[in-house]
């Protein structure tokens, strides 16, 4: 049988596949979400050949062409990925299989229950084709793991200035660090991930000091100057100022304020304006990994998994003990974003470690940038003892 698209070549009659039964079904007989929303947004009321019942279904052959899609994107043929190899069963090197070896386990965990359709559905998949899996040094997870740990690695122990060099530093799986960052930035544009921040939207700012009176106009609350900024964030490098702030006060005290800083007793809170709109990029607008199954997207899954890890650090509160190089990836994702062109962003929005609900901003403005771009007003300077909270 010759469902597969594998064996088309330009000229063919016919592209895509082909599959013959002619059977419904309904959306109670897979254990997966995007098969079950494809066949209630693309089904029609009707008989499930399988439960019998008044249902929305569809034809099983379009299941059957999706279930297809996400079998080409896990799986290669050994002729394409494997070296030839005379003495092993199949003829090629690595784990290669037969259909009905790589379809006894499952491999999407449909768990179709109902006999009748698991006998359509492997009859009409089945191939005398062979199988190997694209990822087969780990699982399809680890391997999208895998590429944020991979540039973790190279900025923190190869290159810090220097991973464009891509044939250096690529990876046996061909995924390198300066091709990522150009995934990000497309990611962000085509899923929309920019928000405008309205002109004169309130932004708080929050500082914790020692000597009460300490905070009394903008420069002392600004972003700090780069000369006393000497310690690193998870978005800044030290040395590199960023204006960091909230919509909600309670929020932004409690990104800044610790008690335990015993040696600082006071905060202040102040408020401060942008003077025109605003470009930010939202990192909580990331979508979800798309379905293995989803043709016009699949190709995505491993950078929005590559940029969920991002976004999850981004949100960790800085720690004493951590080593600085744990940042550095971070921080250059920030600076990608910050200056690319054709991103030309502000700053970012981005989810708080201390209220999964709230959300955090950083304007990318040092103490210079932040006094000449944002209107400041002195009358919101507020400031308390913390053991009061
Ligand atoms: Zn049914």
């Known amino acids: 049988m010759t469902w597969t698209k594998r064996y088309l070549y330009p000229g063919d009659v016919e592209e895509g596949y082909y599959f013959d039964i002619g059977t419904y079904v309904c959306k109670n007989h897979f254990k997966d979400d995007y098969l079950n929303e494809h066949i209630v947004k693309q089904g029609e009321k009707g008989i499930c050949t399988y439960c019998d019942k008044k ?3 569809i034809e099983l052959e379009v299941v059957l062409t999706l279930i297809a899609v996400g079998l080409e994107y896990v799986y290669d043929d050994p002729a394409n990925g494997r070296f030839l190899n005379k003495d092993s069963e199949y003829g090629f090197d690595g784990n290669v299989q037969p259909f009905e070896e790589i379809w006894w386990d499952d491999p999407f965990d449909l768990r179709i229950e109902d006999d009748k359709l698991l006998e359509d559905v492997s009859n009409q998949l089945s191939t005398d084709q062979l199988y190997c899996e694209r990822n087969e040094f780990g699982s399809h997870e ?3 793991d895998d590429l944020w740990n991979h540039f973790k690695e190279v900025l923190k122990h190869k290159a810090r200035f220097s991973f464009h060099f891509s044939e250096t530093f690529r990876q046996w799986n061909s995924s390198d660090p300066a091709d990522i960052l150009h995934q990000v930035e497309t990611t962000i544009l085509k ?5 405008t921040l309205k002109p004169k939207t309130i932004l708080y700012r929050a500082r914790q000091h020692s000597v009460e009176n300490e905070v009394s106009d903008a420069t002392r609350i600004a972003s700090l100057p780069n000369s006393l900024n000497k310690e690193a964030g998870r978005m800044n490098a030290a040395g590199i100022s960023l204006f960091y702030c909230s919509k909600q006060k309670n929020l932004t005290i409690k990104e800044v304020v610790s008690k335990r800083r015993k040696s600082k007793p006071y905060y202040t809170t102040a408020i401060f304006r ?3 709109a605003l470009r930010l990029v939202d990192l909580t607008k990331l979508p979800d990994a798309p ?3 989803d ?3 699949n190709h995505s899954i491993d950078v929005i998994f590559f940029m969920n890890s991002f976004v999850a650090e981004v949100s960790l ?4 003990k951590d080593s600085v190089l744990e940042y550095l990836p971070t921080q250059v994702i920030t600076e990608y974003i910050r200056y690319n062109p054709d991103l030309n962003a ?3 929005i981005y989810n708080s470690a201390k209220d999964s609900n709230a959300k955090n901003i950083v304007l990318f403005y040092n103490h210079k940038d932040s006094l000449e771009n944002l209107d400041f007003s002195k009358s919101s300077i507020k400031t308390s003892l913390i053991r009061d909270l």
């Open 55 to 57: 249902l929305i279904v």
């Open 142 to 144: 680890e391997y999208l």
């Open 191 to 195: 899923h929309n991930m920019i928000t």
């Open 274 to 276: 942008n003077k025109k």
């Open 291 to 293: 379905s293995i199954f």
């Open 295 to 297: 043709e016009d997207n």
């Open 317 to 320: 509160p800085v720690l004493k």
């Open 346 to 348: 502000d700053g970012m």
